[in-house]
């Protein structure tokens, strides 16, 4: 395989900026999109210059040119879009999160073992130089032994309504699945250990989603304080606390930079100067992987998606008391 040939499922906006940046993918290519409406399919089809448009996912998924999936649907059809590409042989990329249980999360990892098929969670954020930067200073002790971390992701999503995606519960919505996995996924690369006690304040739509969470990861040493929001913007920023210094990441999920202190005082910084959105990082490893016949990836594991749904699996145990 000298060159990877893509299909995205879904014509919605991650899925337009997964597109956006794939310019800058080497060894890959954009072969088909496919989409329920075969108009929006050709839409976008022209708008990022790929060949073929389908109006069904089952199309895609049997055209024999295509190697890899990018699954950009709601969260309530991960598991469904994912099995069906993986049965049809195809390797998957699928947009956080992975599923929406831990029992969902087990089966399609078992059916890519079993089938020997490449499956990833698309984390992006873990892919991102500066986050990588950051735990390289973690690795080298830069901020001495973890003590606290600090992460928080939110945005508005007004007026409320219950058949918005984000607040839809037959979509799994709510703002844990939205964006609390990007603080649960934060805390779980710095601190790879299953809470001792977890404590969530929490708030609800008038439906019964979550749209406001304050959460608290008790482990042995350290403490993780973690937020995500539908009703306010939020800072967004990680902070990873050592006991001899600590580092500042400005928009997390997104970064492009990184900052590390000693006390008050700034002693290295890095930026990252890209000019796309940050989805070519993830897109070019798990074209990497597929090129080096790697049938899971090294940057989020199966063991890194399932400690996130088993994280988030005991945040809703919480707040659902």
């Not at 990329?93 to 079993?114: F, G, H, I, N, Y």
């Not at 499956?119 to 873990?126: D, I, K, R, S, V």
């Not at 920023?237 to 005082?265: K, M, N, Q, T």
Request: net charge negative; charged share 25%.
């Amino acid at each position: 395989m000298k060159k990877v040939r893509w299909g995205i499922v879904s014509t919605g906006r991650i899925a337009g900026q997964f597109a956006q940046d794939f310019s800058a993918v080497k060894n890959a290519q954009l072969h088909a999109v496919a989409a329920r409406n075969l108009d929006k399919a050709k839409q976008f089809a022209f708008a990022h210059n790929i060949t073929n448009a389908y109006s069904s996912y089952e199309a895609l998924f049997s055209d024999p040119n295509i190697h890899v999936v990018y699954i950009g649907t709601p969260h309530s059809l991960h598991y469904q879009h994912a099995r069906a590409a993986l049965e049809a042989g195809k390797a998957v990329l699928c947009e956080k999160p992975l599923t929406v249980s831990v029992a969902e999360c087990e089966s399609l990892q078992a059916m890519a073992r079993d089938n020997g098929v490449y499956l990833m969670e698309a984390m992006w954020t873990y892919f991102l130089p500066a986050l990588r930067k950051a735990k390289q200073w973690v690795d080298e002790g830069r901020i001495g032994n973890i003590k606290h971390i600090k992460a928080d992701f939110g945005y508005p999503q007004l007026p409320f309504d219950p058949k918005k995606r984000e607040y839809d519960a037959d979509l799994a919505g709510g703002c844990l699945l939205e964006m609390g996995v990007y603080p649960v996924a934060l805390a779980w690369l710095f601190m790879p250990q299953t809470p001792d006690d977890v404590q969530v304040i929490s708030r609800f739509a008038p439906n019964g989603v979550e749209d406001d969470l304050a959460i608290h990861f008790n482990y042995r040493d350290a403490v993780a304080s973690l937020g995500t929001s539908f009703r306010c913007k939020l800072q967004n920023w990680a902070y990873i606390i050592g006991d001899e210094g600590y580092i500042a990441i400005p928009d997390f999920w997104r970064a492009s930079e990184c900052s590390l202190y000693v006390l008050d005082e700034q002693v290295d910084k890095f930026i990252d100067n890209r000019q796309e959105q940050g989805f070519c990082f993830e897109a070019q490893a798990v074209t990497d992987d597929l090129i080096a016949k790697r049938l899971e990836s090294q940057t989020v594991s199966f063991a890194d998606s399932l400690a996130f749904a088993r994280h988030m699996d005991l945040i809703r145990e919480t707040f659902k008391r």
